[in-house]
Protein backbone atom coordinates (compact mmCIF):
# COMPACT_ATOMS: atom_id res chain seq x y z
CA UNK A 1 0.00 0.00 0.00
CA UNK A 2 1.18 3.72 -0.61
CA UNK A 3 0.76 6.32 1.61
CA UNK A 4 -2.35 7.87 2.38
CA UNK A 5 -3.38 11.29 0.87
CA UNK A 6 -4.08 13.73 3.04
CA UNK A 7 -7.94 14.51 2.69
CA UNK A 8 -7.94 18.57 3.01
CA UNK A 9 -6.29 19.82 -0.03
CA UNK A 10 -5.31 23.15 2.06
CA UNK A 11 -2.80 20.62 4.52
CA UNK A 12 -1.29 19.51 1.31
CA UNK A 13 -0.88 23.43 -0.35
CA UNK A 14 0.34 24.76 3.18
CA UNK A 15 2.92 21.86 3.21
CA UNK A 16 3.90 22.52 -0.51
CA UNK A 17 4.34 25.97 0.44
CA UNK A 18 6.21 25.90 2.99
CA UNK A 19 8.12 23.04 1.63
CA UNK A 20 8.45 25.92 -1.41
CA UNK A 21 9.22 29.28 0.97
CA UNK A 22 11.99 26.76 2.91
CA UNK A 23 13.60 25.93 -0.72
CA UNK A 24 13.83 29.68 -1.76
CA UNK A 25 15.28 30.95 1.27
CA UNK A 26 18.07 28.63 1.35
CA UNK A 27 17.96 29.13 -2.57
CA UNK A 28 18.43 33.24 -1.77
CA UNK A 29 20.56 32.55 1.29
CA UNK A 30 23.15 30.78 -1.15
CA UNK A 31 22.83 33.38 -3.91
CA UNK A 32 23.51 36.04 -1.56
CA UNK A 33 26.13 34.77 0.90
CA UNK A 34 28.10 33.56 -1.85
CA UNK A 35 30.57 35.94 -2.03
CA UNK A 36 31.63 36.00 1.76
CA UNK A 37 34.12 33.83 3.41
CA UNK A 38 34.35 32.54 6.78
CA UNK A 39 35.86 35.01 9.31
CA UNK A 40 39.85 33.48 9.02
CA UNK A 41 41.26 36.44 8.71
CA UNK A 42 40.97 40.02 9.88
CA UNK A 43 41.74 41.80 13.54
CA UNK A 44 39.47 40.58 16.65
CA UNK A 45 36.86 43.12 17.52
CA UNK A 46 38.93 45.37 20.07
CA UNK A 47 42.25 44.79 19.16
CA UNK A 48 44.37 47.95 19.24
CA UNK A 49 45.94 49.20 16.27
CA UNK A 50 48.60 51.60 15.39
CA UNK A 51 49.21 53.29 11.83
CA UNK A 52 52.68 52.84 10.67
CA UNK A 53 55.01 53.99 7.72
CA UNK A 54 52.52 55.34 5.18
CA UNK A 55 54.74 54.83 1.89
CA UNK A 56 53.85 57.00 -1.36
CA UNK A 57 54.79 55.91 -4.18
CA UNK A 58 53.24 58.70 -6.47
CA UNK A 59 54.11 62.22 -7.68
CA UNK A 60 51.57 63.25 -5.70
CA UNK A 61 52.43 64.81 -2.46
CA UNK A 62 49.32 65.28 -0.36
CA UNK A 63 48.29 61.33 -0.69
CA UNK A 64 50.43 60.04 1.80
CA UNK A 65 48.86 62.94 4.49
CA UNK A 66 45.10 61.74 3.28
CA UNK A 67 45.88 58.53 4.11
CA UNK A 68 47.40 58.89 7.38
CA UNK A 69 44.82 61.28 8.66
CA UNK A 70 41.93 59.41 7.30
CA UNK A 71 42.90 56.28 8.38
CA UNK A 72 42.29 57.20 12.09
CA UNK A 73 39.12 59.21 11.68
CA UNK A 74 37.65 55.51 10.13
CA UNK A 75 38.73 53.61 12.90
CA UNK A 76 36.99 55.62 15.37
CA UNK A 77 34.04 56.02 13.70
CA UNK A 78 33.53 52.46 12.88
CA UNK A 79 34.64 51.68 16.68
CA UNK A 80 35.12 47.88 16.45
CA UNK A 81 38.91 48.27 16.19
CA UNK A 82 40.71 50.95 19.05
CA UNK A 83 43.33 53.72 17.43
CA UNK A 84 46.29 53.51 19.64
CA UNK A 85 49.82 54.30 19.42
CA UNK A 86 52.57 52.09 18.00
CA UNK A 87 54.15 51.18 22.02
CA UNK A 88 50.22 49.93 23.16
CA UNK A 89 49.09 48.46 19.73
CA UNK A 90 48.30 44.63 19.74
CA UNK A 91 48.75 45.19 15.44
CA UNK A 92 50.68 47.98 13.78
CA UNK A 93 48.83 48.55 9.67
CA UNK A 94 51.69 50.08 7.22
CA UNK A 95 50.38 51.06 3.63
CA UNK A 96 51.55 52.15 0.51
CA UNK A 97 50.54 54.37 -1.73
CA UNK A 98 50.76 52.41 -5.39
CA UNK A 99 49.11 54.41 -7.91
CA UNK A 100 46.31 57.25 -8.75
CA UNK A 101 44.97 57.83 -11.94
CA UNK A 102 43.12 60.88 -13.27
CA UNK A 103 40.17 59.78 -16.32
CA UNK A 104 37.70 61.57 -18.07
CA UNK A 105 34.57 59.97 -18.09
CA UNK A 106 32.49 62.37 -19.46
CA UNK A 107 32.61 65.01 -22.27
CA UNK A 108 30.81 68.07 -23.46
CA UNK A 109 30.31 69.33 -27.25
CA UNK A 110 31.52 73.04 -27.93
CA UNK A 111 29.62 73.97 -30.39
CA UNK A 112 30.78 75.82 -33.66
CA UNK A 113 28.44 76.76 -37.05
CA UNK A 114 30.45 74.67 -38.84
CA UNK A 115 31.00 70.64 -38.44
CA UNK A 116 34.25 70.58 -38.93
CA UNK A 117 35.02 73.08 -36.09
CA UNK A 118 32.78 70.77 -33.72
CA UNK A 119 35.32 69.83 -30.26
CA UNK A 120 34.90 68.36 -27.51
CA UNK A 121 36.48 69.50 -24.23
CA UNK A 122 36.54 66.90 -20.86
CA UNK A 123 33.89 68.03 -18.20
CA UNK A 124 33.94 65.02 -15.81
CA UNK A 125 36.87 63.18 -14.54
CA UNK A 126 37.28 60.40 -12.10
CA UNK A 127 40.80 59.88 -9.84
CA UNK A 128 40.89 56.39 -8.49
CA UNK A 129 43.78 56.25 -5.54
CA UNK A 130 45.05 52.20 -4.86
CA UNK A 131 46.97 51.22 -1.92
CA UNK A 132 48.58 47.71 -0.54
CA UNK A 133 48.41 47.35 3.07
CA UNK A 134 50.15 45.32 5.50
CA UNK A 135 49.09 44.25 9.04
CA UNK A 136 51.14 42.43 11.34
CA UNK A 137 50.51 41.51 14.68
CA UNK A 138 53.26 42.84 17.39
CA UNK A 139 52.55 40.35 20.45
CA UNK A 140 53.38 37.16 18.45
CA UNK A 141 56.67 37.73 19.55
CA UNK A 142 57.57 37.24 15.33
CA UNK A 143 57.43 40.52 13.73
CA UNK A 144 57.67 38.91 10.14
CA UNK A 145 54.40 37.13 10.64
CA UNK A 146 51.68 38.88 9.00
CA UNK A 147 48.22 38.85 9.58
CA UNK A 148 47.09 40.45 6.47
CA UNK A 149 48.17 41.87 3.26
CA UNK A 150 45.94 42.79 0.72
CA UNK A 151 45.27 46.19 -1.64
CA UNK A 152 42.41 48.34 -1.43
CA UNK A 153 40.80 51.07 -3.68
CA UNK A 154 38.60 54.15 -3.57
CA UNK A 155 37.49 56.47 -6.68
CA UNK A 156 35.28 59.76 -6.79
CA UNK A 157 34.35 61.54 -9.80
CA UNK A 158 34.80 65.69 -9.75
CA UNK A 159 33.69 68.53 -12.63
CA UNK A 160 36.19 71.09 -13.78
CA UNK A 161 34.72 74.17 -12.22
CA UNK A 162 36.63 77.44 -11.44
CA UNK A 163 40.33 75.65 -10.86
CA UNK A 164 40.69 72.47 -11.67
CA UNK A 165 43.52 71.96 -9.13
CA UNK A 166 41.05 72.67 -6.32
CA UNK A 167 38.55 70.06 -7.64
CA UNK A 168 41.24 67.25 -8.29
CA UNK A 169 42.39 67.52 -4.68
CA UNK A 170 38.52 67.18 -3.42
CA UNK A 171 38.30 64.26 -5.65
CA UNK A 172 41.57 62.19 -4.33
CA UNK A 173 40.79 63.03 -0.67
CA UNK A 174 37.22 61.51 -1.50
CA UNK A 175 38.70 58.67 -3.64
CA UNK A 176 41.38 58.20 -0.41
CA UNK A 177 38.19 57.99 1.90
CA UNK A 178 36.55 55.25 -0.26
CA UNK A 179 40.36 52.97 -0.26
CA UNK A 180 40.39 53.58 3.58
CA UNK A 181 37.03 52.71 3.91
CA UNK A 182 37.18 49.39 1.85
CA UNK A 183 40.91 48.57 3.46
CA UNK A 184 39.44 48.93 7.15
CA UNK A 185 36.23 46.59 5.33
CA UNK A 186 38.88 44.04 5.32
CA UNK A 187 40.72 44.62 8.70
CA UNK A 188 38.01 44.80 11.15
CA UNK A 189 35.14 42.95 8.59
CA UNK A 190 36.88 40.59 6.77
CA UNK A 191 34.01 38.63 5.22
CA UNK A 192 33.75 40.06 1.00
CA UNK A 193 36.43 38.28 -1.41
Known amino acids: MGRPMLTDPTKQDRRQL???????????????????????????????????????????????SYVRSKIPELILLDGTLEIVDAESADYILAVTIISYNLNTIGEERIESAEADQRKYRSSIFEVSVDLAYTVTPLNTGDPTQTAIEATASGSADFSELVDIDIVRRDGLRRAVHHACSDMLATIAFPWPD
Do not use: F, M
Open 18 to 64: SCLAAAAVVCLCHVGCSHYRALDSGIPEGSRIAVGLVENNTDEPRLS
